[in-house]
């Protein structure tokens, strides 16, 4: 990305805006929209692989088996492990995933791929050290033991949506993978998709009842949660399950009712997979219609290379598009192209109003408008996407500007009832805040609630600031005193869905910036702009690690990347236009990361990185978006031309 043959420095910001805004337009689909490959580890796609070989698809839906191939072989690095992120140093799970599916494919374990990555597995404590999803595919497969994971009963189906341990207490992504998984827990089946006695070899001491145990608790919760484990598995065993039978029948009633019609199930790939593990699991036939949409979705999210395939998490089109229209916008294009209004248009077409979404159990009287983050998600809208929609809508200027401003309006009001209590929004639900679901044996992920968080937060302010939506005085009141309560000791805000303080602190700068006067955020701005400051690289540019999720004394560190920096870039910009005072000093810094940027462009007009500056989940899962490089930079710099 950085070697001088592969690139060409622009002349001037002019050229680098039209360079950018040309390779965007390139990219629009004729209906509208633009979407890019959404990018994770492995995992996803060797899961994939496990799915065709349980359904045994071979004759009717064949893999590219030799792409498959190539794709895990390329993503091995030279330490023998696969990472979750770019440059981690390899991931145990992800690696023992990836051999798994490259056993699947046929590779016998005398290839030196996977001696070497069976020496890096066993080096840090093999199968036994993996997550619990791990261990399920695992477990699908014959290579683990089903009593070391933990139960799922099915009788939690029947509680109440408001009820403390109802499957609605849990986040969208974990409910709808995990209600499927519920079927499949109590089948408890083992295909016959690899030789017997296959991934024996990575146990470091053998299959024993003791490498196959759930892992021991830290502290007195985590060991009430196994006791409890323990306990439901013995009354299982005697045949103690009370409405085991209705569970069931529910778990697979609510899951038919959550099939899309174009197949898809809550918009993300585990639940898709589960959802149809969860089928295979009660017996369903390989050509039921049911079964084939199935497949026709998760055929939709593989992405193919003349010399790979591999599969998307999720796919983005509402979000992509949104981003892109706002960056052309802001960089000059006329609000009313015509590339813009087709898109707005394809925007209006995708709002959401079905008012039957999971979140309208805990918001029985919320009315429908948002928008989901795929092409098709009707049970899911959440509010980020829907505030980054209003905001793009509002950019563009649309032959029935009445029709788009009552869109806007609908969107509004949904989002407003979709505030927490503490002020601020989550992403899907409101007050989806159980924090002692991330501590069931399940849920080593820690990824069960989704609670109102800092970024989405910050989104919703800074849409009402820019369209001058109505927002009720106290609900902004309470929203601001939430965002201003966020900020940490030194100026920074933590960042849920993108890597990580730097996404965080942009995001809350851009929508207190909007604001009127006021002494309380006025000093939190201020206190922000200095954080972006002090991290600034030696380039000019700024970056951030995926480990500071992990460790956070990395916030703010890492190699320079073009979303990161376009990041730190709109967030100082409007500080610094807010507060004259920090003007004269941020002024230098900003001029240094425009530098970088305008440095950095490659000569198509866009910006490439290698590292994943998005979240899924903290720790645990991460994301690439192959549209953020461009749209980013080319919004911070259309700001900065702006002023300039």
């Not at 994770?40 to 796609?45: A, M």
């Not at 991934?199 to 053998?206: Q, S, V």
């Not at 106290?474 to 960042?495: C, I, P, S």
């Not at 290698?610 to 930079?633: C, I, W």
Request: with cysteine; aromatic share 10%.
């Amino acid at each position: 990305m950085e070697t001088p043959d592969k690139k060409e420095r622009c002349a001037t910001l002019a050229d680098a805006l039209a360079l950018a805004q040309d390779g965007l337009f390139r990219l629009q689909n004729p209906a509208g929209w633009w979407w890019a490959e959404l990018q994770s580890n492995v995992t996803i796609t060797a899961e994939v692989i496990l799915l065709h070989r349980i359904w045994n698809t071979a004759a009717t839906r064949p893999l590219p088996a030799q792409k498959l191939e190539r794709y895990l072989r390329d993503e091995q690095r030279e330490h023998g492990g696969w990472e979750l992120f770019y440059g981690d140093g390899g991931e145990i799970s992800t690696t023992v995933e990836a051999y798994m599916g490259l056993r699947l494919l046929g590779v016998d374990v005398s290839d030196p791929a996977l001696q070497r990555a069976k020496a890096f597995i066993l080096a840090r404590g093999g199968i036994p050290k993996t997550r619990i999803f791990t261990k399920l595919h695992l477990a699908l497969c014959g290579a683990f033991d089903w009593r070391g994971l933990p139960h799922l009963p099915a009788w939690a189906m029947l509680l109440p949506g408001t009820f403390p341990v109802s499957i609605y207490q849990m986040s969208s992504w974990a409910r709808g993978s995990t209600v499927p998984l519920m079927l499949v827990f109590d089948r408890k089946p083992a295909y016959d998709v690899l030789p017997a006695g296959a991934l024996d070899e990575l146990y470091p001491h053998g299959r024993t009842p003791e490498s196959t145990a759930l892992p021991a608790g830290r502290d007195a919760l985590d060991m009430l949660f196994l006791h409890a484990d323990s306990l439901m598995k013995k009354a299982r065993a005697i045949g103690i399950d009370p409405l085991r039978e209705r569970g069931l029948r529910e778990a697979e009633r609510w899951t038919l009712q959550r099939q899309e019609a174009t197949g898809d199930w809550s918009g993300i790939i585990p639940a898709m997979l589960n959802s149809m593990l969860g089928l295979k699991a009660l017996g369903y036939d390989l050509h039921d219609p049911i079964v084939q949409r199935g497949f026709d979705a998760i055929d939709a999210f593989g992405f193919e290379t003349e010399t790979q395939y591999r599969v998307q998490p999720c796919v983005s089109p509402v979000w992509d598009t949104a981003l892109v229209m706002r960056s052309l916008v802001e960089s000059g294009v006329a609000p009313d192209d015509a590339r813009l209004r087709r898109a707005g248009e394809w925007l209006l077409q995708k709002q959401i109003l079905d008012t039957q979404g999971d979140w309208s159990v805990k918001n029985p009287h919320g009315e429908a408008g948002g928008w989901a983050f795929e092409f098709e998600n009707r049970f899911y809208p959440d509010v980020d996407d829907s505030a980054v929609v209003v905001m793009a809508l509002g950019d563009v200027r649309m032959p029935d500007e009445a029709r788009k401003r009552a869109a806007m309006v609908r969107a509004t009001k949904w989002i407003a009832s979709m505030q927490c209590k503490p002020g601020g929004w989550g992403a899907f639900d409101i007050d989806n805040d159980a924090a002692w679901l991330n501590r069931l044996p399940y849920a080593d992920l820690r990824a069960m609630i989704d609670p109102n968080t800092a970024d989405v937060t910050a989104r919703v302010l800074e849409m009402h600031a820019r369209c001058d939506l109505p927002i009720a005085p106290e609900a902004r009141a309470k929203a601001m005193a939430y965002l201003l309560a966020e900020q940490e000791h030194d100026g920074a805000w933590f960042g849920r869905w993108g890597v990580n303080y730097i996404y965080g602190t942009s995001g809350a700068l851009a929508a207190l910036a909007k604001f009127a006067k006021n002494g309380e955020a006025d000093s939190a701005l201020r206190r922000g702009a200095h954080w972006f400051l002090g991290k600034q690289n030696r380039d000019g540019g700024w970056g951030e690690t995926c480990r500071s999720y992990d460790d956070p004394s990395l916030r703010g560190q890492g190699p320079s990347t073009p979303s990161q920096t376009a990041w730190a870039l709109i967030g100082l910009l409007g500080a610094s236009e807010r507060l004259r005072d920090v003007h004269e000093e941020t002024q230098t810094a900003i001029e240094r990361g425009v530098g970088w940027l305008l440095g950095d462009q490659l000569p198509d007009g866009t910006w490439d990185e290698r590292e994943f500056t998005g979240t899924g989940f903290p720790s645990h899962f991460y994301l690439k978006y192959h549209l953020y490089a461009t749209h980013f930079a080319l919004t911070a710099l259309g700001r900065f031309a702006s002023r300039t």
